[in-house]
């Protein structure tokens, strides 16, 4: 409880003492934002992590050898990040569902075990020691994560938004409406690589080191950022950012349950998506990966049902 | 989390700096209590909480008595670094435990050394870790950290101690290693046999690296196997050791296992069984040691909590006994936390002490210097002591 | 090479039998339930506690291990996927249900230890266990170069006799004609005076008796039981296998998890073991780009 009783009695100081904490809010929001541009527009992707990865691995490596500035560092992995978005969407894109987030899945791994960790240049197991400035990323985060939510709620609002919503709601439509099914689809999934891709360079600088973990750049990660988005709802922009901020709280939320804290975070997330399956923020949203005999929320059941 | 205050004592204690009765010395703690590192952050917790009893229940430091904070990092290096921050800039602590896991240690230290406060590893084996804690690979002669120490036995020591003591003793010339590439305590450890075998005369034929995560490490252990070395190196922890051990007994290999600090518990022991006998390992600490203190702590620890303390509780509890000792000779002003922490970790450079793990100093990078026991696995989920190796 | 064809069908076995049990849920109710690896890992470690802690013996210890399972598939019917179902949410919605009942279950046994509120159900916190030696005989023979060890051997019968009976049950039988007519259509099946939540209700049942079956006998075989076997060594690769086989396929699940286990072992013979780990998962990417219903599945599912 000290914990929240401080974020009121004395903001000022609690912010101070917390900005590990709040950054990390920040980074975790930008890659549930990322989460939401794929859902929002029907693809279940969960390839952040390894996007993540690239963003951290070239920008500390550009750090660490060619001394480069911070800001071209940064640009560098989210650009590469993105680069790389094109080319595995090329190929998956048309897989749908659980096939996407599987395939994701495979790429997240396969650059994770099979790359990362046999390239020398990356540290491969030891990881990548560097100099950070953990406590003076705040503002930057902070800023950024604003504006990415902006830019994706402004994006959401336009044609493009229109268009995703479309895809989502019945592909076989939007195809018919004579919407570009597959580079509306490839323009999500850039974009959400590209995030990805920022957040995890900037990841990387709030610690003195990377390494290639499962916790990190791997499947548990890519579920951890799945439950911001799922968590929070997926339909509006704020959603998947409440759930960022509440999964992230956890650990201080049930700081009382000490040891068994697990269960509790475990029980929460069950109660809050029985009881608000769309999510904590908004509705609707998450019809991606819903067969065609399933209820359909917004239209009454039938009585013989 | 959790916290503990003396219950009893209080009072001058007959110390002459008086300034220091009715204060509380505020230390903090991060530990692995939940997720994989919960194998060893629990008992470091339960080492370091019997002292901190102990000392208080005696009058404390000079009268002011000890109150430790424990935080749980879950095994995430994130998470460590923010209650790390947590604890030196909210709690306002004068000195920090841990973290658990090497990989959190290096996300910890340069964050405790940069915010100028004393931080004593007391589990962390990993390399780079003290005194070279802002080490990187494009600048590897960074300059020392001051507020970095560590009581818990390197492998950069215990390796190369046990290959030597192994060497010495049988004159084994084949080996084969077997890394697990994911994780940064077994890449560590990997490291180093690869830099110290060819001293003692071992060609390591073959470094075969797997998955942590992998289901069935016994494609791996036959292809060590099949190479038929003298030695079988093993420098992962948790369940793996005892895994490998029990496959290639099981596919009729006979030579040595060597290894590192992740044999070190009467878990993997017991888990390995008959095939682990014999399995060698340096350890820095063994229960049936003869130090002053050591029985002392032994008994303690079983009527506190029933049952045997293991290396991770002796160093622990000697994480408190340092700070304790350096807390009575700093002068503590109890004002000006900055101030104190610079005092603390000066007097800290100068402890000498009688603790479980023998006298205890710490070397000029802040290291342990202390005696090294060579054990092996007895088959039956215990070990026996093969070598005892002063401290240089 | 010989040996190491032995271990990729013994671990293909483990696969196999493991990814069944998600199949058999996806089948039917076209969702992935996340909570499948820690009922994997609950199968073992009921077995373990049964044996150490309360004595009896290893068969006996089994049954409990198997009851425990299956009624954690009720749980997950009950608290994760039935709610779900009546509030008419998406599917998505129910990975996160069972992620959180994985967390409770894997917390649970991580913190089980002898000063702890659950040193009834485990008492070696995260510790890594093995059965005690002599728990069953489990005699190794050498024949030739080969090295046969009964616990990993007997595994390969079982597996292959298991899907034999559910595959029998699924095509023959009255309760298996029920569970499909569910799987094509619920509301169909309804109509025709079918109890669809007590067929799900099965499917559960009989998915988690499978994956604590698989656990147990990994745990007995391998010599670890330990609060994360599930998620660290099965979870992802048992995806793998059903997305091989084609999702909601048996047999498919079977070939996709021997076909898995092949992969990897003959990656590190081929390629050395540094890489192994990540062929297996570029062969997943690879199978999915070339042959977006898996490799075995006939169909792709429209409504996915």
């Known amino acids: ?305 | 989390m959790v916290a503990a205050c003396g219950s009893t004592g209080g009072g001058g204690g007959g110390s002459s700096t008086s300034s220091y009765a009715g204060k509380t010395i505020k230390l903090g703690a991060v530990f692995s209590i939940t997720g994989a590192g919960g194998v060893y952050g629990p008992q470091s917790r339960d080492g370091a909480m019997l002292a901190v009893k102990q000392i208080n229940a005696s009058g404390g430091v000079n009268g002011a008595m000890i109150e430790l904070e424990v935080q749980d990092d879950a095994s995430l290096a994130a998470t460590s670094a923010q209650k790390a921050q947590t604890l030196i800039q909210s709690s306002q602590d004068l000195a920090l435990l841990g973290p658990t896991l090497s990989n959190s240690a290096v996300a910890v230290h340069p964050l405790a050394e940069s915010l100028k406060t004393p931080i004593l590893a007391v589990s962390t084996t990993g390399i780079h870790i003290v005194p070279d804690c802002n080490w990187t690979a494009a600048n590897p002669n960074s300059t020392p950290c001051k507020y970095v120490f560590r009581d818990s036995l390197g492998e950069e020591t215990a390796i190369p101690d046990n290959i030597k003591s192994y060497a010495a003793d049988a004159h084994p010339t084949t080996g084969v290693l077997l890394v697990a590439q994911d994780d940064k305590f077994s890449s560590d450890g990997g490291k180093i046999v690869q830099n110290t075998v060819a001293k003692y005369g071992i060609n390591l034929v073959k470094t075969i690296p797997f998955s942590k995560n992998a289901a069935d490490l016994t494609p791996y252990v036959t292809e060590a196997v099949q190479a038929n070395p003298n030695v079988i190196f093993i420098t992962s922890l948790g369940a793996i050791p005892a895994k490998i051990m029990n496959t290639a007994r099981n596919l009729g290999w006979q030579g040595q296992f060597l290894g590192g600090n992740g044999f070190n518990t009467a878990t993997v022991s017991n888990q390995a069984g008959a095939a682990g006998k014999g399995a060698r390992s340096a350890s820095a600490w063994y229960i049936g040691n003869t130090f002053p203190s050591n029985a002392d702590f032994v008994n303690a620890y079983k009527t506190e909590y029933s049952k045997d303390p293991d290396q991770f509780a002796a160093q622990g509890y000697t994480g408190i006994k340092i700070l304790a000792d350096a807390a009575k000779r700093a002068n503590l002003t109890f004002t000006d936390v900055a101030g104190d922490r610079d005092k603390l970790r000066t007097a800290m450079e100068s402890v000498n002490i009688q603790t479980p793990l023998g006298p205890f100093q710490f070397t000029s990078t802040h290291d342990v210097k202390q005696t090294v026991w060579i054990i092996e696995m007895d088959g039956k989920g215990g070990f026996k002591l093969d070598h005892q190796i002063q401290a240089s | 090479m010989d040996q190491q064809i032995l271990n990729a069908i013994f671990i293909g076995s483990i696969y196999a039998l493991f990814a069944v049990g998600y199949t058999l849920v996806f089948g039917i109710l076209d969702i992935l339930n996340l909570a499948h690896s820690a009922v994997f890992m609950l199968g073992a470690a009921v077995t373990y506690t049964v044996v150490v802690k309360y004595g009896h013996s290893f068969w006996i210890a089994c049954i409990v291990g198997l009851a425990a399972s299956a009624v954690i598939g009720l749980v997950i019917e009950y608290v994760c996927l039935r709610p779900l179902r009546r509030r008419q949410a998406p599917p998505i919605a129910a990975l996160i249900s069972t992620i959180g009942l994985a967390l409770v279950i894997v917390a649970a046994i991580e913190q089980g230890t002898s000063s702890s509120i659950f040193s009834w159900l485990w008492v070696d916190g995260a510790n890594s266990v093995a059965f005690p030696a002599g728990t069953v005989a489990d005699p190794i023979w050498h024949i030739g170069d080969l090295t046969l060890e009964a616990s990993k051997v007997v595994i390969i019968p079982i597996t292959i006799a298991l899907m034999l009976v559910l595959g029998y049950v699924m095509r023959y039988t009255q309760v298996g004609r029920g569970l499909r007519a569910v799987a094509e259509n619920p509301r169909a099946a309804r109509l025709m005076g079918l109890d669809v939540d007590r067929m799900i209700s099965l499917t559960l049942v009989i998915s988690s008796a499978l994956g604590g079956l698989a656990g147990i006998m990994f745990g007995l075989a391998l010599g670890d039981i330990s609060p994360y076997i599930g998620r660290d060594n099965v979870e992802v690769r048992g995806l793998a296998v059903i997305v091989l086989g084609g999702m909601g396929s048996i047999p498919g699940a079977v070939i996709g998890g021997y076909l898995l286990g092949m992969i990897e072992v003959l990656a590190l013979v081929t390629l050395g073991s540094g890489a192994s780990g990540g062929v297996a998962f570029a062969a997943l990417f690879l199978v999915l780009v070339l042959r977006p219903q898996g490799l075995f599945g006939t169909r792709l599912r429209e409504r996915l």
Request: glycine share 12%.
């Open chain 1, 1 to 305: 409880m000290d914990f929240f009783i401080a974020l009121v009695s004395d903001p000022v100081g609690f912010w101070n003492s917390h900005t590990l904490l709040i950054s990390q809010i920040g980074i975790n929001g930008m890659l549930a934002t990322s989460m939401f541009l794929v859902l929002y527009s029907g693809q279940l992707s969960l390839a952040a992590p390894g996007f993540m990865a690239v963003g951290a691995y070239v920008s500390v490596l550009m750090e660490l050898y060619w001394h480069t500035p911070f800001a071209v560092n940064i640009a560098a992995g989210t650009l590469l990040a993105a680069l790389l978005g094109l080319l595995v969407g090329l190929p998956v894109l048309r897989l749908r569902g659980v096939f996407l987030a599987i395939a994701t899945i495979g790429f997240v791994e396969a650059l994770r075990l099979g790359v990362i960790l046999n390239v020398p240049i990356t540290g491969e197991g030891l990881g990548l020691k560097h100099t950070a400035d953990p406590l003076g990323g705040v503002p930057i985060i902070l800023v950024s994560l604003v504006a990415v939510v902006l830019v994706v709620w402004r994006l959401t609002k336009g044609r493009l938004g229109s268009a995703w919503a479309a895809i989502r709601q019945d592909e076989i439509a939007a195809l018919s409406q004579g919407i570009n099914v597959a580079r509306y689809k490839m323009i999500a999934f850039v974009l959400s690589a590209f995030l990805a891709g920022y957040a995890g360079a900037l990841e990387a600088h709030l610690s003195f080191i990377i390494a290639p973990l499962d916790e990190q750049y791997g499947v548990t990660r890519a579920v951890q950022i799945l439950t911001f988005a799922v968590l929070g709802g997926s339909g509006f922009v704020l959603g998947p950012l409440a759930g960022a901020l509440i999964v992230t709280l956890l650990p201080y939320i049930f700081l009382q349950a000490g040891p068994y804290i697990n269960i509790f975070s475990g029980i929460f997330l069950i109660a809050v998506i029985v009881f608000r399956p769309q999510g904590i923020v908004g509705r609707g949203g998450l019809a991606l990966v819903r067969p065609a005999w399933w209820p359909r929320a917004r239209v009454r059941a039938p009585s013989t049902g």
